[in-house]
């Protein structure tokens, strides 16, 4: 889409940053592990809330405990705004105010909705295994009757979303450019670490595993 989907997913600030390409946006998603989610209920006002993500299609699904507050919460209808970020860089340019940050963001609107049935939600959650180790999924234990009977998952549609990015160097303005200083990006990555088994590992690294950090 060269548009946004809807008035409230149009960019304004920086126009030339969006991008409503659903391509874009599944990346962005699939390239994290942690959401913010924004709500407001009638008894604490506003709340934003850290929760672990995955993507399935066009919807976002997250899970958690059936006694959760806010599951309740989310899980009733209420509205929503779910934000994804990288930031990839310090942006220094010769004046402050022109001082930026590369980053790639989405923005998604909504209400989420429950996943039904035991065999969906066992399938969503064998898709959130794959997401955080492709592989895991076949030799983790499935969960019980019991334990998907404790948990709920939500999703969330991707129709009312968009994404916004920043790359490059720092954007001088023309009267600045004389000034004798150190310009350019101070990169940011999140590095991926090497696998530290727990002491009664009993089995060999398999292969998703030893592909960690290659």
Same mark, same amino acid.
């Given at each position: 889409m060269s548009s946004a989907p809807t008035p409230r997913t149009r960019i304004r600030r920086i126009p030339d940053n969006a991008d409503y390409q659903r391509a874009?946006?599944?990346a962005i998603l699939d390239d994290g592990y942690l959401c913010h989610i924004a709500f407001t209920d009638e008894a604490g006002g506003a709340h934003c809330l850290p929760m672990a993500y995955w993507?399935?299609?066009?919807?976002?699904?997250?899970?958690?405990?059936?006694?959760?507050r806010l599951m309740k919460r989310l899980a009733g209808g209420a509205e929503v705004s779910i934000a994804v970020s990288h930031l990839?860089?310090?942006v220094l340019a010769r004046s402050a105010f022109n001082h930026s940050m590369n980053y790639? +963001?989405?923005?998604?609107?909504?209400?989420?909705e429950k996943v039904e049935g035991e065999e969906a939600k066992s399938a969503a959650l064998d898709a959130f295994m794959h997401h955080l180790a492709p592989g895991r999924e076949n030799e983790a234990r499935r969960g019980s009757p019991q334990e998907l009977g404790a948990t709920i998952v939500l999703r969330i549609s991707l129709a009312e979303a968009a994404a916004k990015l920043r790359t490059g160097g720092p954007q001088d303005d023309e009267k600045d450019l004389a000034i004798a200083t150190w310009t350019g990006v101070l990169p940011l990555r999140?590095?991926?670490g090497a696998p530290e088994p727990a002491t009664d590992c009993?089995? +060999?690294a398999p292969d998703y595993v030893q592909a960690w950090i290659s």
């Open positions: 874009t946006l599944h993507r399935e299609g066009e919807h976002l699904y997250i899970h958690g405990s059936n006694g959760s990839d860089g310090l790639r +963001s989405a923005v998604i609107y909504g209400v989420f999140v590095m991926r009993p089995v +060999s």
